[in-house]
């Protein structure tokens, strides 16, 4: 059995939305993880980049998490030069002494998970990490003949072994469904709709004091 459990939730957070906390708080609960850390991607590699600079979608995740104490916004990514690979940040902790036997555990909506192939070094996130595929409203929940061969070998249903291994297993856990996007929440601040029922408070009241989004 490992001693620690960390739960990285990955995301370009632009911006961080109620659709992002509702399935990392569920996955936390669930799993009962000792941390659950929302790592901002602030280079984002396969998509063109956000117009809202990584330090402050940075401040929206914080802004955001003051009301959700039980996830820590991440920042390493931004530390980093040049592209964030999701591999480069979990082979750091990794080599952090403290948590070489800690379960690491990748959490990913199923359409992210769905281009996975197409990440850095994909074969070797595996090495370092198991990986939580959740369930996204509105996303089909099916990978495509290639993904469902590779996760063969890994998958379990046992929520257990995510705590007495440290990396190597893939889990598919449903959370429930919230239908949110960042790029509808863009969409409509754009065109001046409301989007308060789609935000955590804070983030909103910082949106909309800087006039992010609106340009
Ligand atoms: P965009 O619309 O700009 O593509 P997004 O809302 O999909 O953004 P991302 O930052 O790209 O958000 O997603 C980060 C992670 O959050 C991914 O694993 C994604 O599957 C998950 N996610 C995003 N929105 C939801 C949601 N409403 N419910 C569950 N998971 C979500």
Not at 87 to 109: F, W
Not at 128 to 155: K, M
Request: aromatic share 8%; proline share 5%; net charge negative.
């Amino acid at each position: 059995m490992s001693s620690h459990s960390i739960g990285i939730y990955g995301g370009t957070f632009n911006p961080i939305h109620l659709g992002h906390i509702g399935a990392a708080s569920e996955v936390r609960d669930y799993l009962q993880l000792d941390e659950l850390r929302m790592v901002l991607s602030a280079t984002p590699p396969h998509r063109k980049p956000p117009e809202v600079l990584a330090e402050n979608r940075f401040l929206l995740l914080q802004a955001a998490l003051q009301q959700y104490p039980r996830l820590i916004a991440d920042d390493c990514e931004l530390q980093r030069q040049g592209p964030s690979y999701m591999v480069d940040t979990l082979r750091a902790i990794r080599q952090q002494g403290a948590h070489r036997d800690s379960s690491v555990l990748l959490i990913l909506g199923a359409e992210a998970f769905s281009s996975f192939m197409s990440w850095q070094h994909w074969q070797d996130i595996i090495k370092c990490a198991h990986i939580v595929i959740t369930t996204r409203a509105g996303f089909s929940d099916q990978l495509g003949d290639s993904l469902n061969d590779y996760i063969e070998p890994y998958i379990t249903t046992d929520k257990s072994q995510l705590k007495q291994l440290t990396h190597g297993k893939i889990y598919q856990l449903p959370v429930s469904a919230i239908d949110i996007s960042a790029t509808e929440i863009r969409r409509r601040l754009k065109t001046n709709e409301p989007v308060e029922q789609m935000l955590p408070e804070n983030t909103w009241a910082l949106i909309h004091q800087h006039g992010f989004y609106t340009r």
